[in-house]
């Protein structure tokens, strides 16, 4: 099964999402930023703690579907009056995802700078019951 996924994830989110209720989580890694925005609600997405240089065939991780998606940008500015001025803009991606199993990777399809991340995973023999 094909999957964007998404790396490097905090193990306790990873904990918090196993319990089964839906999480929002808040992606602002440019990699993960990149790949969650290609994400559609009702999409299922591969969810690993390995950071994404590091991803291999084995590494451990879980499916989760998206049930609500908001990209949103950020402005940060900051002044010393008459010294400099610094504008910043921050792009973010807030996905709302709800467990459907724990998987693992069979390889990895696509990675790189400012590409999406697609891994082939192990299909769920024993889906999350409703």
């Known amino acids: 099964m094909q999957l964007i996924g998404l790396a490097g994830i905090s ?3 990873i904990v918090e999402l196993k319990k089964g ?3 929002t989580v808040e992606f602002v890694s440019a990699q ?7 994400v559609k609600v009702g999409d299922p997405v591969f969810i690993s703690s390995v950071p994404q240089d590091d ?3 084995g590494d451990p991780g879980i499916i989760a579907t998206v049930t609500a998606s908001a990209v949103t940008m950020q402005r940060i500015s900051s002044a010393v009056p008459g010294v ?3 504008e910043r803009e921050r792009l973010s991606v ?6 459907a199993c724990t998987s693992h990777i069979k390889r990895v399809l696509d990675r790189g700078c400012c590409k999406v991340l697609l891994v082939d995973v192990v299909e ?7």
């Open 32 to 38: 993960n930023v990149v790949s969650a925005s290609a």
């Open 84 to 86: 400099y001025h610094e």
């Open 124 to 130: 769920c023999s024993c889906p999350r019951a409703k």
């Open 94 to 99: 807030r996905l709302q995802l709800k467990i």
């Open 11 to 13: 193990p306790e989110v």
């Open 21 to 23: 209720r839906p999480r």
């Open 55 to 57: 991803l291999t065939a």
